[in-house]
T-cell receptor
Framework: EAGVAQSPRYKIIEKRQSVAFWCNPISGHATLYWYQQILGQGPKLLIQFQNNGVVDDSQLPKDRFSAERLKGVDSTLKIQPAKLEDSAVYLC????????????FGSGTRLTVV | GQNIDQPTEMTATEGAIVQINCTYQTSGFNGLFWYQQHAGEAPTFLSYNVLDGLEEKGRFSSFLSRSKGYSYLLLKELQMKDSASYLCAVNNAGNMLTFGGGTRLMVKP
């Protein structure tokens, strides 16, 4: 089966600019997650979708971050405006709902804000 | 709140055995996962424990004690390619994983 696809692979922007990341989950996976992983740390959940509805976005900085999952398949994560501390790898993952067997991660987008 | 602790770094010798510990305090528990993450790559699934005891899979084993909030990942016959970060993650509710900070393992010849 095809894996979780993410693009772009790398992105460098200046602070205060905007950026968007795209994720295509594994076919049939109802649940999609966006994680932020700062260098040297574990992934931190930003938002969880079940189909096209938000399950948890309690750790999403809503003043600058937004995410959507139209039609319950692909998802985009946007940052506007970016700050230096947003430099991180943004990982998308998908899973079968309540499968209990964890996630499959995409390769991530490495964002550098200068 | 959620708290998952694991050592930041460990070093071991090729061919040896290493144990990476993880302790957790979470508001719910629906299983514990270990992931391996090589530098610049995505985490990949290693093991899953939901009941107490040891799960063995080749050179890797994982142990869970729910009453103690404790797990470990055991790596045998270490190889240079095992140099990576190892992430402990708890499924606390609704299939949502909370990760620890990761343990960076360096395998030396």
């Amino acid at each position: 089966e095809a894996g979780v696809a993410q693009s772009p692979r790398y992105k460098i922007i200046e602070k205060r600019q905007s950026v968007a990341f795209w994720c295509n989950p594994i076919s049939g996976h109802a649940t999609l997650y966006w994680y932020q992983q700062i260098l040297g740390q574990g992934p931190k959940l930003l938002i969880q979708f079940q189909n096209n509805g938000v399950v948890d976005d309690s750790q999403l900085p809503k003043d600058r971050f937004s995410a959507e999952r139209l039609k319950g398949v692909d998802s985009t994560l946007k940052i506007q405006p970016a700050k230096l501390e947003d430099s991180a790898v943004y990982l998308c993952a998908s899973s079968l709902w309540q499968s209990g067997y964890g996630y499959t991660f995409g390769s991530g987008t490495r964002l550098t804000v200068v | 709140g959620q708290n998952i602790d694991q050592p930041t770094e460990m070093t071991a010798t090729e061919g040896a055995i290493v144990q990476i510990n993880c302790t957790y305090q979470t508001s719910g528990f629906n299983g514990l996962f270990w992931y391996q993450q090589h530098a610049g790559e995505a985490p990949t699934f290693l093991s899953y424990n939901v009941l107490d005891g040891l799960e063995e899979k080749g050179r890797f084993s994982s142990f869970l004690s729910r009453s103690k909030g404790y797990s470990y990942l055991l790596l045998k016959e270490l190889q240079m390619k095992d140099s990576a970060s190892y992430l402990c993650a708890v499924n606390n509710a609704g299939n949502m994983l909370t990760f620890g900070g990761g343990t960076r393992l360096m395998v030396k010849p």
